[in-house]
């Protein structure tokens, strides 16, 4: 909930127009009671002349993001950077929802017309139902989508996605061309009921490699509570694979990255023994020499946050729906099979 004067007030045991004097005019005020004032509306996070903004314009402030995965994970963390470049500087601040189940996104949704806490949400890389899209509408807050599963379908206001199914297309594409047949695809299973965007990335992959009649093998990564990913587990079930494959496609870089190394150990060469390529050109993928593929996810949530002040001013969007290309980064990670 918002903080107001009233709760400041009764904190620190003086009077409203003390607190509203301690901010505008100090010099009328004891510094010992100032201090106190301001010291109990920093703790509640309360700004006098932000309050009284939000009074006027009659909304909050703030902005709900609703996230899937761990703050500290590359893409989760570029995300918040992009919102918070443009949205803190028009005067918003960011509150983070994790949400790792349909039973907790539903919660969210069904309190938010009470609340009425938020001036719009952003939800990234998962889907909402029509029922929450309905509640959102009853508190007129526009919802907008980063990575989001099918957004304009669901009913999203407006979102930016990365082209998933061109992306995998050209991760299958790009190994299938240098001749490999023995594909594994490492996905995580976060054993969630929500519905990710990174299911578009297999999908995709899957069927392109089936239609050159090339059936991929399946690996999933385990991740544990603190979201790390157990990559030991997967080079156990590479190893013990009849045969083993001649390149791996990864969900994401955070598969790829530490895999390589783990690979290396076990006496394997790369691109030499297996071809190896991610998802993301995220940190050290260039210094290592890793071929991905490419999206920005700061670059994306700028323009999300863009257009949401745009739809919390009520200006017209000219595109709602944005997908952004990808592009495969070709390094020394995949190589034409021996």
């Keep these: 909930m918002t903080t107001s004067i009233q709760d400041v007030a009764q904190k620190a045991g003086v009077s409203i127009s003390t607190v509203s004097r301690s901010f505008t005019r100090p010099d009328l005020v004891s510094t010992k009671t100032r201090e106190r004032v301001l010291a109990i509306a920093d703790e509640l996070n309360f700004s006098l002349f932000r309050s009284a903004a939000a009074l006027k314009s009659g909304r909050s402030l703030r902005i709900a993001v609703l996230m899937s995965g761990h703050i500290r994970l590359w893409f989760t963390a570029s995300v918040i950077e992009g919102l918070n470049e443009v949205l803190h500087a028009a005067g918003y601040d960011i509150s983070v929802f994790q949400i790792s189940s349909i039973e907790e996104r539903r919660e969210f949704f069904e309190m938010l017309p009470v609340r009425r806490n938020a001036d719009a949400v952003i939800v990234v890389s998962f889907d909402i139902d029509n029922n929450e899209i309905t509640q ?4 007129d807050v526009p919802i907008i989508g980063i990575n989001s599963v099918d957004p304009e379908v669901r009913g999203f206001t407006a979102a930016v996605n990365i082209n998933d199914v061109q992306g995998s297309t050209l991760a299958a594409r790009h190994l299938i061309n240098l001749g490999h047949r023995d594909i594994a695809y490492i996905s995580t299973d976060r054993d969630v009921s929500l519905n990710f965007s990174v299911q578009n990335r297999f999908g995709a992959f899957t069927e392109c490699c089936r239609n050159e009649g090339i059936e991929p093998q399946v690996i999933v990564c385990k991740v544990d509570d603190a979201g790390r990913y157990q990559i030991s587990d997967v080079v156990t079930q590479l190893m013990s694979l009849p045969k083993l494959p001649t390149a791996i496609a990864c969900q994401e870089d955070g598969i790829a ?13 790369v691109p030499g023994d297996v071809s190896l390529i991610g998802y993301d050109d995220s940190f050290y993928t260039d210094d290592i020499g890793l071929t991905t593929i490419r999206q920005n996810p700061v670059g994306m949530a700028r323009k999300a946050a863009h257009m949401t002040l745009d739809l919390i001013e009520e200006k017209p969007v000219d595109e709602p729906y944005v997908v952004a290309p990808a592009h495969l980064v070709v390094r020394s990670s995949t190589a034409k099979i021996r």
Excluded at 136 to 139: D, E, G, I, K, R
Excluded at 257 to 269: A, C, I, K, T
């Design 257 to 269: 990255l530490p895999l390589m190394f783990q690979l290396e150990r076990n006496g394997l060469s």
């Design 136 to 139: 959102l509408a009853s508190a």
